[in-house]
């Protein structure tokens, strides 16, 4: 029966093993790379025989195709040696996996299904960290023989900081923040009863809860950032001064030269574990400053500057900023900086700018717009596509102050989510209405 229901909803040209190896690892994916990537493998290696568009007949793969070579020819020449070669492996499987999953996402049923299954996947993820924070539960927890390791850290990790089976907030804040979009679209979508929408508002209940409880602020930013873009232009009107009308006490609470009356009303309206945590209050005392995102992305430059063509090998910054600051950090937090740290600028300006395309191309076929949409049908998976769309702007900019790429389970959804974004371009079914 659950294979059954598995085989439903494969777009034509889909292998049927493969679409439903691609679902499970779906439903795997936030609980076990591992498994999820066995899955997923298997449906890559399926999606990828008997394509009419070759690899490298796609445009959209030639920066990918010429960014691999860059890499490569790098690697020979590297600061960080060996560590150059396994870097790799965080970008040329999935520049494969871009073209090769597209099969099983081309169709917007295929797609508002898949938005589906991650966000049962993130069950377990809310499930664990609420029971951290609010119950005390305490890892590692292990699964399966080891394939599945859940790291529980005690109280969270940062202390009292939301992670769940994540090894890290921000981390965990990162994945709650690509699959909000998509909980979002369910609660909103047109054609369920009562008893479904109150189980799916006490499921976004516990995601935002989840979310907020990971302390980190790019997770805060991007749950009020999905809103507007999953609710669709047309209520832009009505939603935006709303938004900021409720933001406004936040506003006022963290800005400097804010009126001394009106900042302290602000900050007796707005919790302080809020307004502190967001203009860093908390730890403007013992931070140094190496230890802040502007001391990192300023040596990243001056990295930059001496090896711009072909950079210093994957993983450099995190042996050249200890030499330099005295402070060992892992990476840029930002990740065009540490593209072009570790690969060239080339290699950056390449990924980077494909990332831009496919997000614009996309919303100029209409992503966000559904003034012409008639029936309820097409406006659920319209809905799921603006989600689509949202989770993967909201991913963009994550990787703006931060690396969450860097966990595989984060690094696999992005690619998915593009390698969606480049089927809603080509879609056969003309839904969208241009701008």
């Not at 009505?238 to 006022?252: K, T």
């Not at 996309?362 to 717009?369: D, I, K």
């Amino acid at each position: 029966m659950c294979f059954s229901w598995l085989s439903k909803s494969r777009p034509n040209d889909a292998h049927a093993v493969g679409w439903i190896t691609f679902q499970i690892g779906l439903i795997f994916l936030a609980s076990s790379a591992f498994i999820s990537g066995i899955f997923l493998i298997i449906s890559l290696v399926l999606g990828s025989r008997r394509r009419d568009l070759l690899f490298w007949n796609d445009p959209w793969n030639w920066p990918l195709l010429l960014s691999a070579i860059i890499m490569i020819f790098g690697c020979f020449n590297a600061y960080s040696g060996w560590l150059a070669w396994v870097g790799l492996c965080n970008w040329l499987p999935f520049f494969w996996a871009f073209w090769g999953l597209q099969p099983y996402l081309k169709t917007n049923i295929s797609r508002r299904r898949s938005a589906l299954l991650l966000l049962i996947g993130t069950l377990p993820v809310v499930v664990t960290g609420l029971g951290q924070i609010l119950w005390g539960w305490e890892g590692p927890w292990q699964l399966f023989g080891g394939l599945i390791v859940w790291f529980m850290s005690p109280n969270g990790n940062p202390n009292g900081r939301l992670s769940g089976l994540f090894d890290y907030a921000n981390i965990a804040g990162a994945w709650l923040a690509l699959v909000w979009p998509f909980s979002l679209a369910v609660l909103i979508q047109h054609g369920i009863n009562r008893i479904q929408r109150s189980l799916l508002l006490s499921l976004s209940i516990a995601i935002v809860t989840a979310l907020i409880l990971t302390d980190s602020r790019n997770a805060w930013g991007s749950l009020v950032l999905a809103i507007p873009f999953v609710v669709g232009p047309a209520s832009w009107f009505w939603l935006l001064p709303i938004l900021f009308l409720l933001l406004m006490p936040v506003i006022l609470a963290v800005l400097p030269g804010i009126h001394s009356d009106w900042q302290f009303w602000a900050r007796n309206v707005v919790p302080e574990e809020i307004w502190a945590r967001l203009n860093d209050m908390r730890y403007t005392e013992e931070r140094t400053l190496a230890s802040t995102r502007l001391s990192q992305w300023g040596e990243a430059f001056n990295l930059l500057v001496e090896r711009p063509w072909l950079g210093w090998g994957a993983a450099a910054f995190s042996i050249l900023y200890p030499l330099r600051t005295g402070k060992w950090h892992g990476h840029a937090h930002n990740l065009p900086l540490e593209l072009a740290v570790s690969h060239g600028l080339l290699a950056a300006f390449l990924i980077v700018g494909m990332v831009l395309a496919l997000l614009i191309t996309s919303l100029r076929r209409g992503v966000l717009n559904n003034t012409q949409i008639r029936k309820d049908e097409s406006l659920r998976l319209i809905i799921f596509d603006r989600a689509w769309w949202t989770s993967s702007f909201i991913l963009v900019v994550l990787h703006g102050t931060d690396m969450p790429f860097f966990d595989s389970r984060l690094n696999i959804a992005g690619w998915i989510l593009l390698a969606g974004l480049r089927c809603i371009i080509i879609s056969p079914k003309k839904i969208y209405s241009l701008f």
